[in-house]
């Protein structure tokens, strides 16, 4: 991110609002949060104005293994 989360929060709300679609792009901060996947994707999945995003992985197991954890990451507490 370019700020902290709670201004680029407040801009990309503010971009949705203006009708903008809004990309969360690497999500877990270009690697430097591999170890928490858990926390970010619960992050991104809780904002209201982030449409889609998208996550890079290194093998196809990992990939299989993040987008496993998506369904209990969207789950609204």
């Known amino acids: 991110m370019d700020a902290d989360p709670a ?3 407040s801009v990309l709300r503010q971009m949705k609002a203006a009708g903008k679609g809004v990309i969360g ?3 877990f901060g270009a ?3 591999r ?3 858990d926390e970010c994707l619960q992050f991104v999945l809780s904002l209201d104005c982030v449409d ?3 996550i890079g ?3 196809r197991e990992e990939m ?3 987008i ?3 369904p209990n990451a969207s789950v609204r507490g």
Request: no cysteine; aromatic share 4%.
């Open 31 to 33: 690697g430097k949060l």
């Open 68 to 70: 496993s954890k998506i």
């Open 7 to 9: 201004t680029v929060t």
């Open 64 to 66: 299989e293994q993040l």
């Open 57 to 59: 992985s290194e093998s």
């Open 52 to 54: 889609v995003f998208t």
């Open 35 to 37: 170890d928490k996947t």
């Open 25 to 27: 792009m690497k999500i």
